[in-house]
């Protein structure tokens, strides 16, 4: 029998694509349990090019541009005394770990995505693991920070990481994680059709309230929470849905450079949250 993660509730509504809410404390998730073999299948290349990311290598950029505004944030709470060893759960090509490489004493990244891992070795010259974060033996090591972007939602088990998590950090250990809220307007207005609705791939759909309580169960105390706001280049809008289908507007974009255009923008529907470890 299904058990929510964040309640231990037993109760569920069915919601759509295949989603069910906990009716004890509203958690919604994806009812499917991936197998080794599936999730090897998903996170290949495809999935960075093309299928969740219209390509990820020619957005890096970009996306280090995001990181760089995430990294700007956490900087606030981190004293060099005690944050020095940092791990990244989701790593994929390493562009998060190499801008933060010259914040920290030593960077690690955990990726299941070996395309993303062999790259972020071969080409960035990085610290990363291929494998999967619960059966990776950490021996001795501690880390002081640990960061989950966009990756939450990913998981079997959120809860089990976060159990992991809480045995390789010590006090006053940082985690930040960003992640959609599905409790924001815009979840609210969009429904099945919001854009980071995305089972298989998706499979965890936090609210503010059910991400606090999965930090609090497992001895993190949230030190900040906000929408975060992030770029996007006029490609990435063109692997959304809605433009797949108007193939022309895509092509005269391209033909006279405006793709290559990025701007800001918050939704107020992803979360940031930095957690301490109590
Ligand atoms: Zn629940």
């Known amino acids: 029998m299904n058990k929510c993660i964040i309640c231990r509730g037993t109760k569920f509504k069915t919601l759509y694509r295949g989603l069910l809410k906990c009716s004890r404390c509203g958690h919604v998730f994806a009812n499917v349990k991936l197998g080794?073999?599936?999730?090897?299948?998903?996170?290949?290349?495809?999935?960075?090019c093309g299928k969740e990311y219209n390509n990820y290598l020619a957005d890096k950029e970009i996306i280090q541009k995001n990181f760089k505004l995430r990294l700007k944030i956490l900087h606030k709470f981190i004293n060099p005394k005690y944050h020095k060893?940092?791990?990244?759960?989701?790593?994929?090509y390493g562009f998060f770990l190499e801008i933060a490489k010259n914040n920290f004493s030593k960077?690690?990244?955990?990726?299941?995505?070996?395309?993303?891992?062999?790259?972020?070795?071969?080409?960035l010259n990085l610290d990363v693991i291929t494998g999967d974060f619960l059966k990776h033996n950490f021996g001795q090591q501690n880390f002081d920070i640990v960061c989950l972007w966009d990756t939450i939602e990913h998981l079997?088990?959120?809860?089990?990481?976060?159990?992991?998590?809480?045995?390789?950090?010590?006090?006053?250990?940082?985690?930040?994680?960003?992640t959609g809220d599905i409790s924001s307007l815009l979840a609210n207005i969009q429904k099945e059709k919001w854009r980071l609705i995305h089972p298989p791939t998706h499979l965890h759909y936090f609210s503010k309230k059910?991400?606090?309580?999965?930090?609090?169960?497992?001895?993190f105390e949230v030190i900040y929470c906000h929408y975060a706001g992030f770029y996007r280049s006029v490609n990435a809008i063109f692997q959304l849905q809605y433009f797949k289908r108007k193939k022309s507007i895509k092509s005269l974009f391209n033909k006279i450079g405006l793709n290559k255009l990025n701007f800001y923008l918050n939704l107020y529907d992803i979360l940031y949250i930095i957690a301490r470890k109590s």
């Open 36 to 48: 080794k073999k599936t999730l090897s299948k998903i996170y290949n290349t495809d999935y960075f």
């Open 210 to 219: 059910t991400l606090i309580k999965l930090l609090n169960t497992y001895g």
């Open 85 to 92: 060893n940092l791990l990244e759960i989701g790593c994929a």
């Open 107 to 123: 960077v690690l990244g955990i990726d299941i995505c070996s395309d993303g891992t062999n790259y972020a070795r071969k080409y």
């Open 156 to 178: 079997n088990n959120p809860a089990l990481y976060l159990n992991k998590i809480n045995q390789i950090t010590k006090k006053n250990s940082l985690i930040a994680i960003t």
